[in-house]
Each structure stands twice: as structure tokens, then as C-alpha cells.
């Protein structure tokens, strides 16, 4: 018999926890997260979003044993800034079930209906600033700080009601087609007449100086991307989650800042796909993160096991679109990536509607990965 309820005791919230290492247990392109990583994302009390969200987890047991969880929230500083009236669900995992997939959606989605919202999308854990989208082709490794999941979730949630809302993809370069492609050669021709007419100028991220230098960063990101779908501003509390998240990854000579007449006006935010060296350490339950952060500097610093880089964050401020600064930046990391021992880039996540993926294509990229997000209308 299968019991869906919310997750209540610390016994229940061990399980919720720790259900990913579970499920995904057999699955070696899945790469862990740090315990206190997934800490910080559960705990309501810490996790910034939290300070603008309603929610509860629920979790699916049957036989005594979990075998699906969801998250459903109301994030009130979303429906504020689009105007609208939408409740959202995450940290979906679920074994290939539908009984168990639909109940918990079901759970989720009355939960939500209660408070009065009109439709249910996802998934998100917790805003587009992160892990959002569910996994819809190529189903091999993922990069740092995107989603993975089963192939089967989209039939569960097809099956459920769900639908399309909207697609993001990854675009993937390597060193071998940008270099036989004469893809910097032909970037440096156009971003030095987008320079003659614009004078645009590109700098690496001061090291000496990363606070201040995020601090610009969340100021150009907010304006760049006010428009787009899904999106919310990032707040102070949200900007420091970032900095603490990221702060170890950032690399400054592959961070870069646009200007034009001195103003910071684009970001282009590059970091070392760290995923290859947590699959390899794996951090799990059980053992001492100090023990894991030796692995993986081992991994990352000795063995060099990282390959690629994922350029998670790329903005350029309205008033200043049109003039060649994303071509301006993309020149720089292309040629930050050549020399250095890396050996591919992933560029994502992109709205398919946005301009930059075309963009990217002529310049010898690929679409490669596909994340969806679904809606269901809840009637009242």
C-alpha cells in the first residue's frame, strides 16, 4: 500500500535527506552533492529563497520503505515580480512508478491548490537561479550545478497532466572544433569592429577583490535578465549563498567583466566543471565532508580530473545589447580555454527563445542538452 505524507519527524527528514544516494545508488552518471550542500538547500530556516517561499516536502513510502519525494512551494517574490499566480514543485525523485509519481504530484498540487494558486510548474529547487529543469535528452553526466535525472521522469509527468511551459539548453564546445572550426579567428574579427564602434573593453575578475566583484555582478545580472522568463532578482541574502557556493570554484582569470566608458555593463561567469571530481570522491552519508574536500582537491588540484568548464552566468545589460559585448566575452573565455588544460565548455542553461543560442551555433557550438518545464493548471 502506498502512503504519501508530509515529511514531520527528524526520522522522516533522515529519509528525505538522504533518498538521492538511495535512488541513484546504480547510476554512474549521477554526481553527489556535498552533505552540507544539500543541507543548506532543505533547510528552510537557511536556504535564502525560504525567506520569500512557503512550502512543504512530502515523501512516498510503501512497505515502510521511501521511494519518491516532492517539494511544493509558493514563491511569493515570483508571482510579485511577473504579476502572477503559480505555485511550483521540486526535488522530484521517484522510482518508475506512476502510482507513486502521480501521488505525490497530487499531494503537491492540492497543497498548493489550497493556497489558492491557479497552476503548478516545475520542476525548481528553488528559483532560476538554481538546479531547475527536467532532464529531457542526452542523459549522460551532468554538469556542476544543473539537474540529472532518469530518462522515465518525463513520462511520469506527462502521464500525470503535465506540459511543456518552456525549454533551456546547453550549448557544448570543445577545444578540437573551436580550433579546426578557425572559430577565434573569425571572433576576433568581429569583436574588434564591435570595439571600434562601441569601445568595448574586457577585463578578467580582480581576485584581490571577489566580494565587490560579485557585488557588480549581481548588479549587471539583475538588469540583464529582468525580462526573462522566470526570472526573480537575486537578493543580498541569495548573493551570499552564491559567493559561498561558488566563491572555491571561481577561477578570476576565466571570470570576465565587459565595460564600456568604465561602466560594468556584461558578466561572462566561467568555473570548473567540478562534477567530474565529486563523482569521483562521491560524497555520501556517513562520511566526514573534511575527508571529502582531500579527495577532491586531490581530484581537482593533483590528478586534474576536471576536463570542462560550464559557463553558468552570462549578462549583458539592456541599453547595452546589439553592440558585440556577448561576442566581446565569448572571445576572451575562448581564449582563456585554448591554452589551459581544459578541453570543452558547456554554455548553459539558454531559454531556446534567447538569440545567444544561434549565436553560439554559427560560432561552432551545439545544442547538446535539453531541460523542460512543466505546468498543470489547478482549478479551484
Known amino acids: 500500500m502506498l502512503e504519501i505524507r508530509p515529511i514531520a519527524t527528524k526520522e522522516d527528514f533522515a529519509e528525505f535527506f538522504q533518498f538521492p544516494w ?7 552518471n549521477w ?17 535564502p529563497a525560504w525567506q520569500h517561499m512557503d512550502g512543504e516536502y512530502f ?36 522510482e518508475d ?9 497530487d499531494a503537491a498540487a492540492n497543497w498548493l491548490r489550497e493556497r489558492g494558486v491557479s497552476a503548478m510548474r516545475g520542476p525548481a529547487n528553488y528559483t532560476t537561479n538554481e538546479e531547475c529543469g527536467l532532464l529531457v535528452d542526452n542523459f549522460a553526466a551532468p554538469v556542476i550545478m544543473m539537474p540529472y535525472n532518469p530518462p522515465y521522469y518525463a513520462a511520469l509527468l506527462e502521464h500525470a497532466g503535465f506540459e511543456k511551459v518552456m525549454d533551456v539548453v546547453c550549448i557544448y564546445q570543445d577545444r578540437a572544433t573551436i580550433e579546426a572550426g ?28 571577489k566580494s565587490a566583484e560579485f557585488a557588480r555582478f549581481r548588479e549587471i545580472y ?38 564600456i566608458a568604465g561602466e560594468p555593463v556584461g558578466f561572462a561567469l566561467t568555473i570548473p566543471n567540478f562534477n567530474e571530481a565529486l563523482s569521483r570522491a562521491y560524497p555520501r552519508p556517513g562520511v566526514p565532508e573534511a575527508l571529502t574536500m582531500l579527495q577532491l582537491l586531490w581530484y581537482w ?24 559585448v556577448e561576442l566581446a566575452m565569448l572571445l576572451e573565455i575562448t ?27 554559427s560560432l561552432g557550438g551545439r545544442v547538446y542538452k535539453t531541460h523542460r518545464f512543466y505546468q498543470k493548471a489547478l482549478p479551484s
Open 301 to 324: 588540484k593533483v590528478r586534474r580530473a576536471i576536463k570542462g568548464l560550464r559557463m553558468p552566468l552570462m549578462g549583458v545589460k539592456q541599453a547595452h545589447r546589439n553592440k558585440g
Open 31 to 47: 554526481a553527489p552533492p556535498l552533505l552540507s550542500m544539500r543541507r543548506q538547500l532543505l533547510d528552510k530556516r537557511k536556504h
Open 182 to 209: 578557425g572559430t577565434l579567428a573569425r571572433l576576433e574579427r568581429l569583436v574588434a569592429r564591435a570595439a571600434e564602434r562601441s569601445g568595448i573593453v574586457v577585463r578578467r575578475m580582480d581576485a584581490r577583490d
Open 222 to 259: 539583475n538588469a540583464a535578465w529582468e525580462k526573462n522568463w522566470g526570472f526573480i532578482p537575486m537578493s543580498d541574502l541569495e548573493l551570499k549563498a552564491l559567493i559561498d557556493d561558488l566563491g572555491m570554484l571561481v577561477e578570476p582569470d576565466l571570470a570576465f567583466f565587459a565595460e
Open 59 to 94: 515523501g512516498a513510502w510503501r512497505a515502510g520503505r521511501l521511494i519518491g519525494t516532492v517539494a511544493a512551494f509558493v514563491n511569493h517574490a515570483h508571482n510579485r515580480y511577473h504579476d502572477d499566480n503559480i505555485g511550483f514543485f521540486g526535488l522530484f525523485e521517484a
Open 97 to 105: 512508478d506512476q502510482e507513486c509519481a502521480s501521488s505525490l504530484l
Open 22 to 28: 538511495q535512488h541513484y545508488k546504480h547510476d554512474p
Open 335 to 361: 581564449k582563456a580555454l585554448l591554452p589551459s588544460r581544459y578541453e570543452y565548455l558547456d554554455s548553459g542553461w539558454i531559454l531556446e527563445s534567447n538569440p545567444l543560442v544561434k549565436i553560439s551555433k
